[in-house]
Nanobody
Framework: QLQAVESGGGLVQSGGSLRLTCVAS????????IGWFRQAPGKEREGISC????????NYVDSVKGRFTISTDNAKNTVYLQMNDLKPEDSAIYYC??????????????????????WGQGTGVTVSS
């Protein structure tokens, strides 16, 4: 069973930074791809970043490009999301999960979970203006 324990969220002022941590179980961070998702109140969950372990290539949704960075520590089976220059619209519950990888000559991770029915509790981020 795929499980993840997210932490590191909190309350921060606009322009501030946070680093989220996801400890994985049931899957390993050095195989396949892992992603971060978020869900704001009243909105659907959206994928924001993913990292392909094969080549360390990352993808980001436009709204977080240049501000967020995804990384892994495979020895700890842990995924991080460094979030800088936070904005009020970044306020949400953040989750991590294994994600799909495209096929072809240059596989890349996509912002879709492998199992859309298996999520951790997430960690909340609130950005005040």
């Amino acid at each position: 069973q795929l499980q993840a324990v997210e932490s590191g969220g909190g309350l921060v002022q606009s322009g501030g930074s946070l680093r989220l941590t996801c400890v994985a179980s049931g899957f390993t961070t050095d195989y396949g791809a892992i992603g971060w998702f978020r869900q704001a109140p009243g909105k659907e969950r959206e994928g924001i970043s993913c990292l392909n372990s094969d080549d360390n290539r990352a993808n980001y949704v436009d709204s977080v490009k240049g501000r967020f960075t995804i990384s892994t520590d495979n020895a700890k089976n842990t995924v991080y999301l460094q979030m800088n220059d936070l904005k009020p619209e970044d306020s949400a519950i953040y989750y991590c999960a294994p994600v799909l990888i495209t096929t072809g000559l240059q596989p890349e991770c996509v912002l879709r979970p492998i199992d859309d029915d298996s999520w951790g509790q997430g960690t909340g981020v609130t950005v005040s203006s």
